[in-house]
């Protein structure tokens, strides 16, 4: 038993294993489900490591079987045929053993199910949307709501990057999801363009974010940690650059978390009204821009403002970047296409800096300063 | 061998037929579904107008001792430039009590906008429980420059509410749907306008 | 009929050919080629897996490579084999001279070249090929699509009509064209598994045109079938897909099914065990195929009743499956058997398909599903019912009838060393899998976090090795074909019973020109 405690194997594979390496190489490596720290993650883990000792029981019977006959019944052994077609008996046996054992896997399985589908009251709601490539949380009621973006620096992902790469190699993003333990938290699933889908492996927790509709599922997380996760539905170019990162405090440490929170909000808040009234020169916005760019818009129009040829247009010597200013800051405010509108994500400061950073990058020469006043005029 | 090719053709014909109607079916599963997430509340989406009359027949409120949180939730889907959300983000209602809240829409762009929005509750069975009198849902919304809307939505809870269920979200995606012309209805329409 | 001419000279006996047998060689063929051009995309997918990072392929270009790989291995190399091999052999061994509408058979085979090139041009346009993976969900595929996606469409529907009358052709031949003698529950089973097949295809791939046609209005004209904002629903497009894409699973595994129960019998020197049982059980999983498809969606967001009968629906197909398998055992069970090429590949196939159902069962367990689904446990389990499945089994099925089609052995210890190298490094390249997905790598990803990084190197060297020795295949049937290791009898393999071996090897170009003495006609049961 103890065997298969730690590694999820079926019979060939763990021969073959033991065959091709010393399997101590891999002891440490996850190869099987996590355990998992919520209610509903121990409860799958049992119900799949029940399922995986049925299904072994079961290869060792058909595998077991299969080699005797090839090793007892070869003809280079002077076996002669025997002619049997058939046998009711053995044949209804045969369906009918199955039968039972599915009836005894169903039994827990349709049990876990009904708990996961617990609709009990929640003690907080918090409202996920599915961005092409970045998740949203929206604290519900509580007036707290933040974009989390990959974290991962663009010159580990790009193409041919020979730079080391960071221990949490995407699975980082810059505002990781904060939750109180011990609470049942209720996620609320939508998405803003594409289907997407929020995985976190350690809670037991996946369900599809579908653009439209809303879907609900829940979780309840035993002890406090640092959890990830990624998106588990194809969404476009960069579905494997939108990973989950969760932070799971205990409810006081959640409550001073999400006060300050609050409160940097309105200071953020007030902080971008100051800089925007601030005088801003030319190289700070470069250099502000810079940053904004890379989280927000290097994933499509890529790090050297080229973008890719018929999907997501080039910035460098677009007529748009370095002639008409107006119909940039409107693109940016507005949208266009499978491009978002950043009107609600990022503040005049932001958008001022990046369009400015663009205008002024890769070969673009304008020399042109966008002000945040600039964008404040044009909403 | 006259007889033979004729008998083969038969039969390839009979099977053509069978393809066409499979074809034909694969378009029959769209109001199908519709129909099937109406009954068992599929996809969290709600079902359409109901008249006052029936919501009031089944009023008699003071006989309800459930409370049931109704939770008001909005998104923006893409580039809809709206700002738009629920007056109140949540109410307390008995079964059968009718209930009257607002969203808020305020056009952000230079340009008349037409807006659709699109409800979906959770958890998915209380959906169709969730009876509405009056949607702004139930047609598009158009917004002049700046303009600020507030749009009604008038429901009850059906008191067959399953017990088990004691909150409910109900979520509105509002979409810009300006470049559909005007008054050119979606050819598959919004799904609450044509039932009941 | 024609009974006194040969084929015609030159390429004009493949453009205007009606023959079953030679429509079957040209789609063996494409097969082969569109199994390599499938395998040129797997190649490209596993060498940007070997390491973290991104090496050689920008993301959307992987995106394109995985789209490509499903759809031409699918719809490309599987299908087109297993019509092949129908082809060639169903009119052989039913007693037939040709198939039954051979005009309609010469149009779809050609219709398939055009598809795919079609399909596979479509990288070059601008904005790329299609790269919403093979299940193309909508918004993805609609309105976030690229402007190729038409094309896309159009291939599918070309591919689909193909299929139909494909399908069409083979009932009207079964049902129709059956020497006098032969009853349906004489049939042997390669015959009843394609006759089902047949029926799946004309139920479920007009269901797949009539999706792709909702796609090409919704992003053409202006309709919201998939859509929120006007009234559709995404979710209705996955509905539609998986009621298609279901019933295809069974439409590629089922004749695979029945090229086995062709070789197991021939080299255990012993008769089918339980003829009757694994019809019906044929026919019990093409009937489940049909209200399982929501498994595919458990998280969607279905009610728990839904999600609840989805989930046993699916548990019952390891019914009838496990009467297959634990059949095919005692086929083999005190017989005589020997270990040639078709042989080891229908072992290998029995071994491993087993492996891959297993893990069936446990995606089929819902709360479980909710950690499985879309990582890449699921990619482990569907390439372990695809290759050794399905790919095994047309090969073991090509080795089993080579002398056969040509009159010539092939090289027996090339088609060993084929299947060993085969069976080992199919096993590094999708066992692995196994373990990536359970530790959380989500499918479709051309980047992922370190913690996978040694698994999916292993994964890989085994997909290169694996690639590599598909090159034997192809020498041995080349091989094979100009001579081979000699000529060979009507009935190379002691053990093989039935009417296609009654013919000449090769067999003349017109099958049964008259119809065979019924009492060559075997009781299989």
Redesign the interface.
């Known amino acids: 038993m103890n065997l298969f405690q730690n590694r999820s194997l079926s019979l060939p594979g763990f021969f073959l294993l033991l065959l091709l390496s010393p399997v101590t190489a891999f002891a440490d490596m996850a190869m099987n489900m996590p355990v998992g720290v919520s209610t509903i993650s121990r409860e799958i883990y049992g119900l799949h490591m029940y399922i995986l000792y049925i299904v072994c029981a079961i290869g060792v019977v058909v595998y077991g079987g299969i080699l005797y006959t090839i090793i007892k019944y070869r003809k280079s052994n002077g076996q002669e045929p025997a002619h049997f077609t058939h046998s009711l008996k053995v044949e209804l046996l045969w369906t009918a053993i199955p039968t039972v054992i599915l009836i005894a896997i169903a039994i827990p399985a349709t049990d876990t199910l009904r708990k996961i589908y617990d609709s009990s009251e929640s003690d907080l709601d918090i409202m996920i949307t599915g961005y092409q490539w970045k998740w949203k949380y929206e604290y519900v009621g509580e007036g707290v709501s933040f974009f989390s973006n990959l974290k991962t620096p663009l010159e580990q992902t790009e193409m041919g990057s020979t730079i080391e790469k960071n221990e949490a190699y995407l699975r980082e993003v810059d505002n990781p999801l904060v939750i109180p333990s011990d609470k049942k938290v209720r996620f609320l699933i939508t998405a803003n363009d594409v289907i997407h889908a929020w995985w976190v492996p350690d809670f037991g927790v996946k369900k599809d974010a579908i653009p439209g509709f809303i879907n609900e599922t829940w979780v309840k997380v035993e002890k406090p940690g640092h959890y990830t996760g990624a998106c588990a539905e194809l969404c476009g170019r960069n579905h494997g650059y939108m990973p989950i990162e969760v932070i799971v405090k205990t409810p006081e440490d959640y409550q001073a978390w999400l006060d300050s929170k609050k409160q940097s909000n309105q200071k953020q808040a007030a902080a971008a009204q100051e800089a925007a009234k601030k005088e801003w020169t030319l190289e700070d916005l470069v250099a502000h821009g810079e940053e904004v760019y890379e989280t927000n818009c290097a994933a499509c129009h890529q790090g050297n403002g080229e973008g890719i040829p018929g999907v997501f247009p080039a910035l460098k010597g677009s007529k748009i970047v370095t002639q008409d200013k107006k119909a940039h800051i409107n693109i940016v405010l507005g949208g266009k296409n499978n491009m978002p509108s950043f009107k609600a994500m990022l503040n005049d400061v932001d958008i001022a800096a990046v369009i400015t950073f663009e205008r002024n990058s890769w070969g673009n020469n304008t020399g042109e300063m966008v002000s945040p006043a600039d964008i404040a005029a044009s909403k | 061998m006259e007889e033979k090719t004729s008998n083969n053709k038969k039969l390839a014909f009979k099977l053509t037929s069978v393809v066409v109607l499979m074809f034909g079916f694969a378009f029959a599963m769209v109001p199908l579904y519709d129909v099937f997430c109406e009954v068992t509340g599929l996809n969290g989406k709600t079902g359409g107008q109901v008249s006052v009359d029936e919501g009031s027949s089944s009023t008699k409120a003071d006989e309800e001792v459930r409370e049931i949180k109704v939770q008001f939730l909005a998104m923006n889907n893409e580039n809809a430039q709206v700002d738009f959300g629920p007056v109140q983000s949540s109410v307390v209602v008995k079964p059968g009590e009718v209930t009257e809240v607002y969203y808020k829409a305020v056009n952000l762009t230079n340009s008349i906008m037409t807006t659709q929005s699109v409800p979906s509750v959770s958890p998915l069975q209380a959906a169709e429980f969730l009876k509405k009198i009056e949607c702004f849902c139930f047609k598009n919304q158009t917004l002049a420059v700046g303009e600020e809307k507030l749009m009604p939505l008038r429901f009850y809870i059906d008191k067959e509410l399953p017990e088990e269920i004691t909150k409910i979200s109900l979520n509105y995606t509002i979409f810009d749907i300006t470049e559909v012309k005007e008054g050119d209805e979606p050819v598959h329409q919004e799904h609450s306008t044509h039932q009941s | 009929?024609g009974e006194h001419h040969g084929p015609a000279k030159g390429i004009t006996r493949w453009l205007y050919s009606t023959n079953h047998k030679d429509i079957g060689t040209l789609y063996l063929w494409l097969s082969l080629i569109m199994f390599f051009m499938g395998g040129v995309y797997a190649m490209c997918i596993r060498l940007e897996l070997l390491q973290?990072?991104?090496?050689?392929f920008?993301?959307?270009l992987y995106?394109q490579f995985i789209t490509l790989h499903g759809l031409i291995m699918v719809f490309g190399a599987v299908m087109p084999a297993f019509v092949g091999l129908a082809n060639w052999m169903i009119p052989m061994m039913i007693g037939a001279p040709d198939m039954?509408?051979p005009r309609?058979n010469n149009w779809s085979f050609w219709i398939l070249p055009f598809a795919f090139s079609m399909l596979s041009l479509t990288t070059l346009?601008?904005?790329?090929g299609p790269?919403?993976?093979w299940t193309f969900?909508a918004?993805?595929s609609t309105?976030?699509a690229?402007p190729s996606t038409t094309f896309f469409i159009f291939a599918v529907h070309m591919m689909g009509a193909s299929s139909?009358m494909g399908?069409?052709?083979i009932?009207?031949t079964i049902?129709?064209?059956r020497a006098p003698g032969m009853t349906l529950m004489k049939m042997p089973l390669f015959v009843w598994t394609w006759l089902i097949t047949a029926f799946l295809l004309?139920?479920?791939?007009?269901?797949l045109?009539?999706?792709v046609?909702?796609m090409l209005?919704d992003i053409h004209?202006?309709?919201?079938?998939f859509?929120?904002?006007?009234?559709?629903?995404?979710?209705?497009f996955q509905?539609?897909f998986w009621?298609f894409g279901h019933p295809e699973v069974y439409i590629i595994i089922l004749p695979a099914f029945g090229v086995v129960s062709q070789i197991f019998p021939t080299f255990?020197?012993?008769?089918?065990?339980?003829?009757?049982?694994m019809v019906y059980a044929t026919a019990a999983i093409a009937i489940l195929s049909f209200i399982v498809w929501a498994h595919h969606m458990f998280?969607?967001?279905?009610?728990?009743?839904?999600?609840?009968f989805f989930?046993?629906a699916t548990?019952?197909i390891?019914?009838p499956t496990?009467?297959k398998?634990?059949?095919w055992?005692?086929t083999?069970?005190?017989?005589?058997?020997?270990?040639e090429t078709p042989m080891l590949f229908a072992?290998g196939f029995?071994?491993?398909f087993?492996?891959g159902g297993?893990t069936g069962?446990?995606l089929a367990?819902?709360?479980?599903d909710?950690?499985y689904?879309?990582?890449y446990f699921v990619v482990a389990h569907f390439h372990y019912v695809l290759v050794p499945g399905a790919i095994f089994s047309a090969m073991g099925a090509t080795y089993y009838w080579l002398p056969k089609w040509t009159g010539n052995m092939y090289n027996e210890t090339l088609g060993k060393v084929h299947f060993w190298l085969s069976f080992?490094s199919i096993?590094?390249l999708f066992?692995p899998q196994?373990?990536l997905g359970?530790?959380?790598m989500?499918?479709?990803?051309?980047?992922?976090?370190?913690?996978f990084a040694?698994?999916n190197f292993?994964s890989s060297i085994g997909g290169f090795v694996y690639g590599a020795s598909q090159l034997i295949f192809v020498y041995v049937v080349i091989q094979c074909i100009r001579g081979g290791t000699g000529k060979v009898s009507e009935k190379p393999w002691d053990?093989a019973v039935g009417l296609e071996w009654t013919l000449s090897s090769p067999p003349p170009y017109h099958s049964f020109s008259t119809p065979p003495d019924p009492k060559l006609i075997p009781d299989?049961?």
Request: charged share 5%; net charge neutral.
């Open positions: 009929m973290p990072g991104i090496q050689y920008d993301p959307s995106n039954a509408l309609m346009m601008p904005g790329g790269n919403f993976g969900y918004p993805l309105t976030f690229p139909i399908a069409i052709n009932i009207v049902l129709n064209l004309i139920a479920a791939m007009p269901i045109a009539g999706a046609t909702m209005f004209f202006g309709t919201s079938f859509s929120a904002a006007g009234g559709g629903d995404p979710v209705l509905h539609v009621f255990s020197r012993k008769p089918l065990f339980g003829y009757v049982s998280l969607v967001g279905m009610p728990f009743v839904g999600e609840a989930m046993y548990m019952l390891a019914i496990g009467v398998v634990f059949n055992m005692t083999m069970f005190k017989g005589a058997i020997t270990f072992i029995l071994v491993l087993t492996c297993f069962l446990m367990i819902g709360p479980a909710f950690q689904h879309d990582s080992v096993n590094v066992f196994h373990f359970l530790a959380g989500p499918r479709r990803i051309p980047d992922y976090a370190l913690a040694d698994f292993l053990g299989l049961h």
